[in-house]
């Protein structure tokens, strides 16, 4: 059983930054896929960004080049870095890894509006 509680969601005007950070209750070195999804009211939950071992990142085409994933082993945290956020990115986040079966973080709200 893994547990995933996120962080850092909040208000923030358009153009701005936030940096979501989800720790993860084991050590994360060897989990092969962590990422994260969002999902806006009446709509499905998306693909936002996905980490794999061996450093591979995988992005969504809407947020490619202003959104960074990373991961920091030393305290098992996935972190998502989200710059010159547009009122499109508001929605809940969450949290997703991939070992021995599928976890998801319980999400933290971003809304980006003026």
């Known amino acids: 059983q893994v547990q995933l509680v996120e962080s850092g969601g909040g208000l923030v005007q358009p153009g701005g930054s936030l940096r979501l950070s989800c720790k993860v209750s084991?050590?994360?070195?060897?989990?092969?896929?962590m990422g994260w999804y969002r999902q806006a009211p009446g709509k499905e939950r998306d693909m936002v960004a996905y980490?794999?071992?061996?450093?591979?990142?995988n992005y969504a085409g809407a947020v490619a080049g202003r959104f960074t994933i990373s991961r920091d082993t030393a305290e098992n945290t996935l972190l998502l870095q989200m710059n010159n956020l547009k009122p499109e990115d508001t929605a809940v986040y969450y949290c997703?890894?991939?070992?021995?079966?599928?976890?998801w973080g319980q999400g933290t709200q971003v809304t980006v509006s003026s």
């Open positions: 084991r050590n994360i070195f060897n989990i092969g896929v």
């Open positions: 997703m890894v991939v070992h021995g079966g599928t976890y």
């Open positions: 980490s794999s071992l061996g450093g591979n990142t």
